[in-house]
């Protein structure tokens, strides 16, 4: 009978213990260059509406800590409850590379104190994985967007802000 490299090399227990447990799990999504932006998120598999796509993790800071980190231009932070917040631009986060779309794939989800990354409709193997990152309209001449949606706004707003920017943009076209 054939074994499997895993099952006949012996392994430091300390090093079995350490892996990752995504290292040994059949990979559900990779990192590779996006069209819309650097590096995105992609499938490698179909997703069910509403599956959990992945788990976007992070270390655990407090607003103050927060607040530092975002002026610093840190653009992963996602809130969690009234006193704490994540902090996911970490190595071990391939979430962090996930894309904003104003058409996205995909919304974050605030499960039991854990932020998931859901499909909201039928994803394909090979799709980019994308949510709207819900920007609001401070400064968001610094956030333009490339995601080549069917209605591009140009900007990463929220999509409950898109209208309003929308019409602003048009009324304050100089022509
Ligand atoms: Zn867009």
Redesign the pocket.
Known sequence: MKTTPEASQPVPVKSRLSRPRLATSPRLTETRKSTIHGLGLFACSNYLPNARVIEYVGVEIDKQESSRRCQAGNDCIFHLDGQRDIDGNVEWNPARFIN????PNCEAELIDGRIWIIAKRLIRAGEEITFNYGYDLDDYQDYP?????PA?????VASELSDYLRIKLQTSTPY
């Open positions: 904003h779309s104003c058409a967007c490339r995601c080549g949606s591009p706004l140009g900007y990463m």
